[in-house]
């Protein structure tokens, strides 16, 4: 598979491409499924935990996890922990939201979404700690949104990238009426590269890797977060508000094990890589995946830096601007309670 195939953010952020009907069903079979799914233990001493992900390739975000499994961290936790790629995009909310799943690879705006039709699915933790969408360009200054009336900006069909095009857009006095949308239905990369855009939207560590690494290295990024949008994480790690309750410990244990993949993965990137690679070998080339990490780990802090339990806390605040913003941009009807969106309990010591 090719990293054009592969795509940025692209299909999945954020994860609304699957539409708020994918998460009306979700709620429809929550409401059928009233009892959390037991911690099953594959044996006497591992607890299993169904860990499902963000999109149906594998992809350099996985890293953290697919290296603790590698290096026996879940085991040592005493957990089995099973990978689950889901069938498509909208499936990761239906397997966590029905219990088919006890965890999830997701994204903050899914959460606030699913949580908006009573899909009872929690923050457990962030991945990264800032908003790192923006605007790119192959021009050497990034794009000012006040010079976008009349351009082409590739972008994908999901509300969230409507959201924070249309925040940057507000901010200088404009709208998305202003510009001309072209669609990506996998990745908006080729768009920029083959210059049938003039600008494209995405991640510093999805589209902004794709494009390194097809050649585009000096590519510039004019950031949603500096023209009004939320600085909030986009990639989210959440549970299943009922199993986190039966299985405290078992979530605890899930998030200690994740923070030494992450370490590992981080003060031994060669490893990491060849680590992901090995286990899935199809999913994208393999400087995709060496320039994804490189991105990824660097959202986590410098290197050297120890990540613990404290860098993936989540604060009401964070969560207060995701909702303010879902409500004013249609992403949900109304605003919800804060506290029902996350949970910091498996980061606590």
């Given at each position: 598979?090719?990293?054009?195939?592969?795509?940025g953010?692209?299909?999945?952020?954020?994860?609304?491409?699957?539409?708020?009907?994918?998460?009306?069903l979700?709620?429809?079979?929550?409401?059928?499924?009233?009892?959390?799914?037991?911690?099953e233990?594959?044996?006497?001493?591992?607890?299993?935990?169904?860990?499902v992900?963000?999109?149906?390739?594998?992809?350099?975000?996985?890293?953290?996890?697919?290296?603790?499994q590698?290096?026996?961290?879940?085991?040592?936790?005493?957990?089995?922990?099973?990978?689950?790629?889901?069938?498509?995009?909208?499936a990761?909310?239906?397997?966590l939201?029905?219990?088919?799943?006890?965890?999830?690879?997701?994204?903050?705006?899914?959460?606030?979404?699913?949580?908006?039709?009573?899909?009872?699915v929690?923050?457990?933790?962030?991945?990264?700690?800032?908003?790192?969408?923006?605007?790119?360009?192959?021009?050497?200054?990034p794009?000012?949104?006040?010079?976008?009336?009349?351009?082409?900006?590739?972008?994908?069909?999901?509300?969230?990238?409507n959201?924070?095009?249309?925040?940057m857009?507000?901010?200088?006095g404009?709208?998305?009426?202003?510009?001309?949308?072209?669609?990506?239905?996998?990745?908006?990369?080729?768009?920029?590269?083959e210059?049938?855009?003039?600008?494209?939207?995405?991640?510093?560590?999805?589209?902004?890797?794709?494009?390194?690494?097809?050649g585009?290295?000096?590519?510039?990024?004019a950031?949603?977060?500096?023209?009004g949008?939320?600085?909030?994480?986009?990639?989210?790690?959440?549970g299943?508000?009922?199993?986190?309750?039966?299985n405290?410990?078992?979530?605890?244990?899930?998030?200690?094990?994740?923070i030494?993949?992450?370490?590992?993965?981080r003060?031994?990137?060669?490893?990491a890589?060849?680590?992901?690679?090995?286990?899935?070998?199809d999913?994208?080339?393999?400087?995709?995946?060496?320039?994804?990490?490189?991105?990824?780990?660097?959202?986590?802090g410098?290197?050297?830096?120890?990540?613990?339990?404290?860098d993936?806390?989540?604060?009401?605040?964070i969560?207060?601007?995701?909702?303010?913003?879902?409500?004013?941009?249609?992403?949900?009807?109304?605003?919800?309670?804060?506290d029902e969106?996350?949970?910091?309990?498996?980061?606590?010591?």
């Open positions: 598979m090719t990293n054009t195939s592969k795509g953010l692209r299909r999945r952020i954020l994860g609304l491409a699957a539409g708020t009907s994918a998460i009306a979700v709620a429809g079979l929550a409401a059928c499924s009233t009892e959390a799914s037991d911690a233990s594959t044996d006497e001493s591992l607890t299993s935990i169904r860990f992900q963000e999109w149906p390739v594998p992809d350099g975000f996985w890293i953290p996890w697919v290296v603790a590698d290096q026996g961290f879940y085991e040592d936790a005493g957990l089995d922990v099973e990978i689950i790629t889901p069938p498509n995009v909208a990761t909310m239906q397997y939201g029905t219990g088919d799943a006890d965890l999830a690879f997701t994204t903050s705006v899914d959460i606030v979404a699913a949580r908006s039709q009573g899909v009872p929690v923050g457990i933790g962030t991945y990264g700690s800032n908003n790192n969408w923006g605007l790119m360009s192959k021009s050497g200054e794009i000012d949104p006040s010079e976008l009336e009349g351009k082409l900006v590739g972008t994908y069909n999901d509300a969230w990238s959201a924070q095009l249309s925040i857009l507000a901010s200088v404009k709208t998305i009426a202003d510009v001309t949308l072209v669609t990506a239905d996998s990745s908006t990369v080729p768009l920029l590269v210059d049938k855009v003039d600008v494209i939207t995405g991640i510093t560590n999805a589209e902004g890797s794709e494009l390194e690494s097809l585009v290295e000096d590519y510039s990024i950031y949603s977060k500096d023209f949008a939320p600085d909030a994480p986009v990639l989210m790690l959440a299943n508000e009922e199993w986190m309750a039966e405290p410990d078992a979530a605890k244990a899930f998030m200690d094990a994740t030494k993949g992450l370490n590992f993965a003060e031994n990137p060669e490893d890589v060849s680590i992901f690679m090995d286990v899935y070998p999913a994208q080339t393999l400087e995709f995946t060496q320039l994804q990490w490189t991105a990824t780990a660097a959202l986590f410098e290197a050297g830096y120890e990540v613990t339990a404290a993936l806390t989540q604060s009401s605040e969560w207060q601007s995701l909702v303010d913003v879902s409500v004013e941009f249609g992403i949900i009807d109304s605003a919800i309670a804060v969106l996350f949970t910091n309990d498996a980061l606590k010591d």
